[in-house]
């Protein structure tokens, strides 16, 4: 597959909230975060969005890239929390980044959707419409959680991560993806209801008489209540389809790449629960080592995950070049992808 990462890049809120802090809001405990999950603080947004922190680790990943925004062909943007439903994110950091000529378009493919954006971006290289590509994924989780609710709540972060993907003979050596609907509501958050006058009185002609659609429409706003959901997840159903899809999906990928696991110098999980990760390290029989980890301090940051801990792991110089690693991430849809590529 000719497609190589040649550039990261990262960005997160600077209100770091810790488990204890946590503890004075709602009915919960370091110990019990901790234990069940591993994670011990999280990035909150104030001021940042989704949007923005995008821009920041796209411009990082760009100028670390040692590329011009104008040699960009695409952006790919892997979100379930966009600031908004249009323009897209993908369009807008094209706007910051003055990326004229690049083609632009979100992903919602949850916590999978990093690996399905270099799905993606693999395709339109071997298709010849593309030769270089951004793919970020970025999240404001916290917008999207009910801070009443202990159990989902402290699992979640925000803040973004990007890498930027050229056209080159060594790089991604195989990828698979995979989405089960039929187990979707394990994983769930609805969008805005349908709540126009037409919801409110039947659709005859006799409302549209004598301007009762007009005066309708005109107090539409005083008697529809706003009403957004919140993220719901059946956390056992989630773990148990990690535990068994992703050792699956990294087996996959490896067998059909003609790659051991031994060969791997690094796996980088989508960072969901400490659990998750110590399970497939069992599963696949290699040591917790090569399984980096910043759930501890990020928390789980949906399609954000897995590139933030990329470029992490890439800042602290400890990726060299020809190093073999496994990128895996798994989430709502459901979805999951595994990727095995060359350094």
């Known amino acids: 597959m000719p497609a190589r990462i040649i550039g990261t890049g990262s960005a997160l809120p600077e209100l770091v909230v810790t488990n204890k802090e946590l503890e004075r809001i709602m009915d919960t405990t370091d110990e019990w975060i901790t234990s069940r999950t591993g994670i011990r603080k999280r990035h909150i947004a104030v001021r940042e969005t989704t949007t923005s922190m995008a821009v920041k680790a796209a411009e990082i990943a ?84 009910d801070w009443k609710d202990r159990s989902t709540c402290v699992l979640f972060g925000d803040g973004a991560g990007a890498a930027v993907v050229r056209k080159e003979e060594n790089g ?69 389809f990690a535990v068994r899809t992703v050792p699956k999906a990294i087996g996959q990928v490896l067998d059909e790449a003609g790659i051991l696991p031994d060969d791997i110098k690094y796996f980088f999980l989508h960072q969901a629960n400490i659990r998750i990760i110590e399970a497939v390290a069992k599963k696949l029989a290699q040591p917790i080592e090569k399984f980096p980890t910043n759930l501890q301090k990020c928390g789980n940051i949906s399609a954000a995950s897995v590139p933030i801990l990329l470029d992490h792991v890439n800042q602290e110089e400890k990726l060299k070049k020809g190093d073999k690693i496994v990128l895996a991430g798994f989430g709502a849809g459901l979805t999951w992808g595994a990727a095995v590529l060359t350094w």
């Open 62 to 145: 760009v100028k670390k890239a040692g590329i011009e925004p104008e040699e960009i062909d695409l952006i790919l943007v892997g979100t379930v929390s966009g600031d908004k439903c249009f323009p897209s994110t993908a369009c807008e950091i094209q706007a910051s980044l003055r990326a004229v000529d690049a083609v632009a378009f979100d992903i919602n493919a949850a916590c999978a959707g990093f690996l399905f954006g270099l799905t993606i971006a693999d395709t339109y290289f071997q298709s010849g419409k593309a030769k270089t590509a951004l793919v970020v994924g970025a999240e404001t989780l916290s917008k999207m959680v």
């Open 172 to 240: 991604i050596l195989h990828i698979v993806q995979g989405s089960d609907g039929g187990c979707g509501n394990a994983l769930t958050c609805d969008n805005r209801p349908v709540e126009s006058p037409f919801v409110r009185k039947p659709f005859t002609k006799e409302f549209f008489a004598g301007g009762a659609f007009e005066k309708e429409s005109q107090s539409h706003g005083q008697f529809v209540e706003e009403a957004y959901d919140y993220l719901k997840m059946d956390g056992q159903a989630v773990f148990r």
